[in-house]
Each structure stands twice: as structure tokens, then as C-alpha cells.
């Protein structure tokens, strides 16, 4: 990436992934310690959790037919559209849950406690425990804890309305709590230590364990249906699995009987009125040929009868089925309870009708799936229930629209019989009496025939009944976890952890607003750094009463300011005397103290050194040198003192000192006058460095007459303590004094990259022609301490004393 600085400056910057490596090892401590404390909530996690088991077995759907249906060609009353899909709603409704749950002992749990969770121990039976006498409905499902006193004794604890309770009772005493009577026969005093509970369930109790943990699949390509059962207990899970499939078998096969079973009734009810019609149309017959003595009926007559009676069958014929669609009707319509109707509509009906009732049970067990995760007011029950209304609209439009249709045939049957019966005006009275009497008697005979023959496929249906699946392989124990898994858990935790110690490090990095190395600055402004002063590893006090460049002259930090040193004489290099401004934006960045010991270094190179504390407001450079600060600069400006009195030698050679003196009222005023630039001028004939220790630029302006007196000015930015707004203010200076002869010093620089940027900036024209050299000693190898004092100690030997 490169862009343009000042106008005459290329900037390109290069990520450097070496880098990126090195920021996030500077804190892996911290990488160290996340991945530490995921992999203990890990642990707690996997301690906590129970473990879940697993069992699988599965069911094959097919149309079986048994040696009679195949016999009589019966086709099965459960001809069902995607079969397998629909048959998962059956396989989940309560009832066939609750069928399941009856074959197993449900009635008491039995649990152990242990120290951080309570464990189901089905199928164990630790406890004896017989019920006497129970509330079908309102009994306590609370937990019981059993704790053996003696062989003979032993205590319960529970809950009751909301209270600990605590009682003893004997072995065999009958135990009376709310709803349900028992007692205990044995006791668990000598086997061990185990604290067992146990409760009381209904068989509803167990819907939501056994539903939540029921989940079937489609072998893709086949008419074979998977199911598994996932429960904290390996053994109920197994015991369960196996109890649905054979209640769901056993359900298939009842509801096909159902729907034999209540046609049947239906055609016995009809059959009931017709036996009686026939018995007395045959009677009307019999009573009319010996009152009438006629026998026979002429071959005229016998056509005419035929065709009469052909007609007349087929009428009653249609009326039945009006009957049947008027109940059938009646029951969806009036349905309230929403339970299912079970007809064999064969052979009967407009197959649209079967189609439709076949819809309408589907929706029905639909629902009541629906009804064990959702309440009936939920969005889910709700729009099922509206499916089933809109099926039960279409069954009384197409109801209504068989009725028309059959009635249309009526009428045309009625027709042809008027006309057969005009000509029964050429047939003698009484054979046209004997014909209407055997033909109501044929009638009222064939109808009971066609009324017996349904009946009789309906019952050969009810044999023929084989459940539309069977059972390929029943569920086994398995006994082996599948959740929670211990590596899989561990490895999430490591990553989770190493992500969120990575995440933390560039988080950090991304809420920090200060400034820490040289290249954040060359990427914020274009004012050249003259140096990089590194951190002074020990204690330093508050007033900078040590100064610390010449207390340890082979420290690291005296090398830098020495390097600062060497590069101050590349500015202003015509001036035989140089007056050099040290600023800062703020207080705290580490102005006065690049002062004291820029200008300490300075003298030990036999440069005569000035140092003045311009700092009218605030300077603290008098405890530096132990001098009085009565009379100092301000004095001098003030005309209350001359020079001789406000100039103090120092302890450090070729050094001088003026204080900055009493805090005036009119700082900046003092500063801006003709004396303070005479003082400088005067200096400058004495001493080749005068050094400034001036306010900070970004609080107050008392700065800026010196900065511009100046030949050389120094910004002092501090590593971790200046914004990155201070990297702008000497670039500002530079252009509103039009200044060229300001530098950027950076302060207290720690080997720490933690906030170092990961990308190197390199500049390219003429405003780099002339460059500073300078280390940030990063690389030397001679560590954080002094570089001829023998080897470093390494982190881990913190205990260790230089």
C-alpha cells in the first residue's frame, strides 16, 4: 500500500506477518490462560453433564395381504400416500406413546444421588416398595430421599406444600403422603453407603422424555424407516424404543379393525329395518297369490316386472348411499372431540369422499403430535386445525355434490319407470297387483342381498387385517456415550480458548488510543524522529531527583539519550550554539525529564550546558538540581533579579541551571518579551547548548515565543501515555510557524510489541534526503539491563537478583 505525505514523500507500508506472530507470543500468557479457563469450564462442563446413550432399530412398510384377502382379491382399508412420512406422526401420537409406556414399569423411578448430579438407575429396583392404596389423579410426584438408619429404620425426605419434610419410619409401616399410600419392605442398611430416591409417575409424566428423545429417518431409495432413542439412561432408551414399535404395530392393526368393525355396525343397522321390509313384502305376496289364486305371471308381464325391478334396485341402491354419505356427513361435521372416523367407503362412495376422510385422520393424529410441544391456542395447533376445517368444507361440498349427482340419476330412474308402467294398462289387474307385489319383494330381496354382501367383504376385511409394517431390527443396549464426547469437547474448548486469547490481544490492540512505537508515528505524521529514549527499567521518583544518564552511564536508556545526542548535532549544524525547545503536548510524557538528562549527556562530552525551566507554571526541574526556586526566570523577566542570580551551577560538569522561579500572574507576557530574547542571545554566547524546558504546547501557549526563538525543537511523545492526536501537533507547528527545524523524541519505549503496528512504513523523496540514525535496541541482545554487567536473567528466573 502506498500513499503520498507533505506532497514530496511516498509512504509504503507492508504487512509484516513475522510481526503479527510476535505481537500475539509477546502476550501468550495471556493465549495460555484463556485456553486454560476454557478447558476447565470443559471439564465442569463434561463433570455436570450426564451422559447421553443412544439406540437405533427399524420398521418396513409394506402392503401385506393375507392367504383370504388374496383368495377374494380384498384390497386393505389403509391404502396410504407417502406411507412413511405420514406414519411418523402415528408413531409419535400419544396414544401410541402411552401404549408404550404401560409395557414398561413406569410406575416408581428409582435414582442415585451423587455428589454433583442425581442419576435414573432403570431397570435397578434398589427399594421394595409397595403401593397400597393410589389417587388415580391427584397423588405426589415428588422425589423421596431414602437414607437407611438401622436395619430396621430408615428416614424419607421430600417436599410437601412447598416444606422440607423429614420423617422415620419402619421397615413394612405403611408411609401416607398426599394421594398415594406404600410402604417399604426391605432395606439398603448393609449394602453400602448409596443414597437412593425414588418417585412416583403417571404415564403422561413420560411423553416430553420419550418425545424429545424419538427421532426417525428415511433410507433414501427404500420403504424402510430408522428410528432412534437418545436418553440419559442407556437401558430405558432401549426398553422404550422397543415398547413404540410394538405398540405402534399394534395400533396399525386395531385402527384397520376399527374401520372393519364400525362399517359392519353400520350395515347391521341398515340390515335390521330391511329383514323386516322383506318379511313383509313376502308376505303381501304370498297372502295375494292364495287370495287371488294366481300362480304364474305372463311372459308380457314377466319382461315388464324385469325391468321394473332392475330399476327399483338400482333406486334403493342410490338411496343407501345417500344414507351412507348423510352419516358420514354428520359424524365429520359434528365431530367435536376431533377423533378419528374409521369407514370402508370401498365400493360405496365417490372415491373422492375415501380420499378425503383418509386426509382428515392424517390431520387429526397431526394435531395431537402437535399437542405434545404446542398449546392448542399456539400458531402450530392453530393452523392444523384450519387445514382441518377446510377438509371438512371440501367433504360437505363433494357430499353435496354426490347428493345432486345421485339425485339426477333418481330422477332419470323415475322417468323410465312411469313409462314401464304406462304399459301395465294392457295387463289384467290383478297380474298388474301380482306384478308390483314380486317386484317390491325383489327389490326389497336384492337390496338385502347387496346390503349382506358389503357386509360380508367388510368382515372378510376385518380377517384379512395385517399391519402395514413390521419390525426389521429391534433396538440393543448400547451402553456406549455419545454425548458429551470428552475429545471433541476438549478440542472445541482449545480452540475456543486460542481464539478468544488471539481475539483478546487484537481487542486490546483495537480499544488502545496511545501511541507505543516509532512506526505508529511515521504512519501519523512526517515530522523525522531524532530518537527513541528507552524505558528506565527501575523505580524512578516523582521529581526526578537522579539523573538517571549519568547514575548508569551503561544502561540502555543512558545509550539512547546518547544516541539522541549524536543526532541533535545533525540539526541546525551551521550554529556554533544551538537553543533547543523540549515540549510535549501535555504534562506526564516525560518532557523535563528528556531535559535533564539530554542536557546531563550533553556535558559529558565537554559541551558547555544551559538548562532553563521555561515552565512559568509548573516546574519541578528545581528538586532535579536541589536549587532554590525563589528567584529564576520569572524573577530575571520581571526585573526583580539579574543573571548572576538566578544562574546555579550543578553538581554535573560544564552544566548550568535557571529555575523557573515564582509563578507570575502574566506567564505567556514574560515569555514574549524583548528581555527573554535577549537572555537567549546572550547565552548563546557563553554555552554551545541552550536547552528549554518550555510548558506543553496543547494546554496552554506559553511555549510558542520559545519554539520559535529556537533553532531546534523537540517534541517529546511518551510510549503508552500520549494519544494518537500527539503525533499531529508538531506536523501543525511545523506548517502554522512555518517551521523546519522540529523533531519528534520518543519516550519511554519498552521492548513490549504488544501495540506495535504489524506493518513496516518505508518513505521514499526528498523530504527523507536527510535521515537520523537511531536503535530502539530491540535487537541488540543485550536485554533490558546493562550491557556489560554479565548475562540477563531469563523471565522464569524472576526470583533471581541481578
Known sequence: MEQQVNGNANVQQDIDYVKILKIVLSRWYWVASTIIIALIVAYIYLWYTPEKFSTTASLKFEEKKSEISELLNVRNVYDRNNKIQSEQFVIRSRQVLLNAISELDYKISFFLKGRVRTSDIYPQKPLDIAIIEQDSLDFATNLFEYEPISPKSFKLSYQENGKEVSKEYSQGEIIAVRGIKFKINNNTFSKSNAVYCFKFNTKSAFLGRISSGLSMSETKGTNILSLSQTDTNPYFATDILNAVLRAYVDYDRNQKTISATQTIKFIDTLQQGMSKVVQSSGSELEQFKVANKVLDISAAGQDVMNKLTELETEKSTLNLQGIFINQLEKEIVGNKNLNAINYNLQGITDPMLANLLTQYNELLLKREQALADFKATSDVV??????????????????????????????????????????????????????????????????????????????????????????????????????????????????????????????????????????????????????????????????????????????????????????????????????VCITSEISGEGKSFTTVNLASTLSLIDKKVIVIAADLRR???????????????????????????????????????????????????????????????????????????????????DAIPLIRMADVNLFVIRSGVSRYQAASVPERLSKEFNLSNIAIILNAFDNDILHSRYYTTNYTGS????????????????????????????????????
Open 767 to 802: 523530504y527523507y534526503a536527510n535521515y537520523y540514525y537511531y536503535s530502539d535496541y530491540s535487537n541488540t541482545g543485550y536485554g533490558n539491563g546493562y550491557y556489560s554487567d554479565g548475562p540477563d536473567k531469563k523471565w522464569w528466573e524472576f526470583w533471581k537478583k541481578k
Open 619 to 701: 516546574s519541578k526541574l528545581h528538586h532535579t538540581f536541589k536549587v532554590n526556586n525563589l528567584k529564576g526566570l520569572s524573577s530575571y523577566l520581571s526585573n526583580q533579579a539579574n543573571l548572576e542570580e538566578i544562574s546555579h551551577r550543578t553538581e554535573v560538569e560544564n552544566l548550568t541551571f535557571i529555575p523557573a522561579g515564582p509563578v507570575p500572574p502574566n506567564p505567556s507576557e514574560l515569555l514574549y518579551s524583548d528581555k527573554m530574547k535577549a537572555l537567549l542571545e546572550s547565552l548563546t554566547q557563553t554555552y554551545d547548548f541552550v536547552i528549554v524546558d518550555s510548558a506543553p504546547v496543547g494546554l496552554v501557549s
Open 382 to 579: 392453530q393452523q392444523i386445525d384450519k387445514q382441518i376445517l377446510e377438509i371438512k368444507s371440501a367433504f360437505v361440498s363433494n357430499a353435496n355434490s354426490q347428493r345432486q349427482k345421485n339425485q339426477k340419476t333418481l330422477d332419470f330412474l323415475n322417468q323410465q319407470i312411469s313409462g314401464i308402467k304406462q304399459t301395465f294398462n294392457t295387463i289384467p289387474k290383478a297380474e298388474r297387483d301380482l306384478i308390483n307385489l314380486q317386484s317390491n319383494f325383489s327389490i326389497n330381496q336384492k337390496v338385502y342381498s347387496y346390503l349382506s354382501e358389503k357386509k360380508l367383504e367388510a368382515q372378510i376385511s376385518k380377517a384379512a387385517v395385517t399391519p402395514s409394517a413390521v419390525i426389521v431390527d429391534y433396538a440393543l443396549y448400547n451402553t456406549r456415550s455419545i454425548a458429551p464426547q470428552k475429545q471433541k469437547t476438549y478440542t472445541s474448548a482449545f480452540i475456543i480458548g486460542l481464539v478468544a486469547g488471539v481475539g483478546l490481544i487484537f481487542l486490546i490492540r483495537l480499544l488502545n488510543p496511545f501511541i507505543y512505537d516509532k512506526e505508529t508515528i511515521e504512519s501519523l505524521t512526517s515530522i523525522p524522529i531524532i530518537g527513541v529514549i528507552r524505558k528506565y527499567q527501575d523505580a524512578i521518583d516523582e521529581d526526578n531527583r537522579q539523573i538517571l544518564s549519568i547514575k548508569n552511564p551503561k544502561s540502555l536508556f543512558a545509550e539512547s539519550v546518547r544516541s539522541v545526542r549524536t543526532n541533535l548535532s545533525f540539526l541546525a549544524a551551521e550554529k556554533a550554539s544551538k537553543i
